[in-house]
């Protein structure tokens, strides 16, 4: 073994180390969030930011431990598997728990989904005749 291969190796190990330790904190940071957040607004960006980050480098620790080219090609399948699977389930996470009067308002800066949902709320109505039942199909 020469000694720049050694040199090499050496950088290597303690970059996949740093990044597992990161990574590592990055995930309990998200469950720690999780627990302690007091609404599930807060939650919901606990469970998303730093686990996605958190995962990213958990993944490319493992890539450069490996010192192979075949894995990486699986392990960025399984990132963007995250990051496209991540916002969808927060997004709909959020979503019902607002409709669902899951969230403190006076934590909220901006409203922005509320005239949404007047809207939905009011053409709901507008849907409905006298006898409580809708006017017409979903469908039409």
Same mark, same amino acid.
């Given at each position: 073994?020469?000694?720049?291969?050694?040199?090499? @190796?050496?950088?290597?190990?303690?970059?996949? %180390?740093?990044?597992?330790? +990161?990574?590592? $904190?990055?995930? *309990?940071? #998200? &469950? !720690?969030?999780?627990?302690?957040?007091? @609404?599930?607004?807060?939650?919901?960006?606990a %469970?998303?930011?730093?686990? +996605?980050?958190? $995962?990213?480098? *958990?993944? #490319? &620790? !493992?890539?450069l431990?490996?010192?192979?080219?075949?894995?990486?090609?699986?392990?960025?399948?399984?990132?963007?598997?995250?990051?496209?699977?991540?916002?969808?389930? #927060?997004?709909?996470?959020?979503?019902?728990?607002?409709?669902?009067?899951?969230?403190?308002?006076?934590?909220?800066?901006?409203?922005?989904?509320?005239?949404?949902?007047?809207? #939905?709320?009011?053409?709901?109505?507008?849907?409905?005749?006298?006898?409580?039942?809708?006017?017409?199909?979903?469908?039409?």
């Amino acid at each position: 073994m020469s000694p720049e291969t050694f040199a090499v @190796d050496s950088v290597i190990d303690a970059v996949s %180390a740093v990044f597992m330790v +990161v990574g590592a $904190l990055m995930s *309990l940071a #998200a &469950a !720690i969030g999780l627990l302690r957040f007091p @609404d599930l607004m807060s939650r919901m960006h606990a %469970a998303t930011k730093p686990q +996605v980050l958190g $995962l990213f480098l *958990l993944l #490319a &620790a !493992i890539g450069l431990q490996m010192r192979s080219w075949w894995v990486w090609p699986v392990l960025v399948v399984a990132w963007i598997f995250q990051l496209l699977t991540v916002p969808v389930s #927060a997004h709909m996470v959020g979503r019902a728990g607002y409709r669902t009067k899951h969230l403190h308002r006076e934590l909220l800066s901006s409203d922005e989904l509320e005239a949404v949902v007047q809207k #939905a709320a009011k053409a709901a109505d507008a849907g409905m005749d006298d006898a409580g039942t809708s006017g017409g199909s979903r469908l039409d």
